[in-house]
């Protein structure tokens, strides 16, 4: 096995799992007749900031759940891939987070929010920036490919269609954006020896 095909690996058997775990539950969702839904995000009420999580993994039907799942599991695999599992999966934590952080305080009032479409735009958000942020050339490259494949997307970031939480694909986006910031590495500092003085020389 190349080193190359053991990245791939890991990376795209956890984004198959994480796909096939969404279909999995809007099957439950349909058999239950819809309970799941419950677990969306209504806003401004406290006790709904504990689906902050479930939401993102909970759809309103399989035309929904349909439409999120290639540009997820395309742009979870090159994040994986491209970041390491344990980078992407904090990543994927902190947009989830400020995805429904967003909905729970800007949502409109008395609406039910659900669907992975946060953590798409969060991904596209990560994936355009964390090259630059971290100055690595491919990943540049990668960032500029990703914008000219899914740069349409960054209008349903705005108020424009009714019954699309643009909401949760803002936040989504700004979570992304914060998460290449967080999680980016950080170069080693040479660090002077114990004792080592620079004095001038007389």
């Known amino acids: 096995m190349t080193p190359r095909t053991a990245r791939a690996r890991p990376a795209l058997v956890l984004m198959l799992g994480w796909v096939a775990l969404l279909w999995v539950l809007e099957g439950l ?6 309970a799941l839904d419950a677990f969306g995000i209504q806003p401004r009420d406290p006790a709904e900031l504990v689906d902050v999580i479930p939401a993102a993994f909970i759809h309103f039907g399989f035309g929904h759940l349909a439409a999120n799942t290639l540009p997820l599991l395309v742009l979870g695999f090159v994040a994986a891939l491209r970041s390491g599992i344990r980078r ?3 990543a994927a934590l902190l947009i989830i987070v400020v995805s429904g952080l967003g909905v729970w305080l800007t949502a409109a009032p008395h609406s039910n929010t659900a669907g992975a479409s946060g953590v798409v735009f969060g991904l596209f958000g990560y994936l355009l920036v964390r090259g630059f942020i971290e100055r690595k050339l491919l990943d540049v490259g990668i960032g500029v490919t990703v914008g000219l494949i899914y740069g349409s997307i960054l209008w349903g970031a705005l108020p424009t269609t009714s019954g699309i939480s643009w ?8 979570g992304g954006v914060l998460a290449a910031f967080v999680l980016r590495e950080r170069g080693r ?3 002077r020896p114990a004792g080592a003085v620079v004095r001038p020389v007389p």
């Not at 909401?167 to 700004?174: A, D, R, S, T, V």
């Open 29 to 34: 969702d349909t058999v239950t007749g819809n």
């Open 88 to 90: 992407f999966l904090g």
């Open 167 to 174: 909401q949760g694909h803002l936040f989504g986006l700004i």
């Open 189 to 191: 500092r040479a660090v």
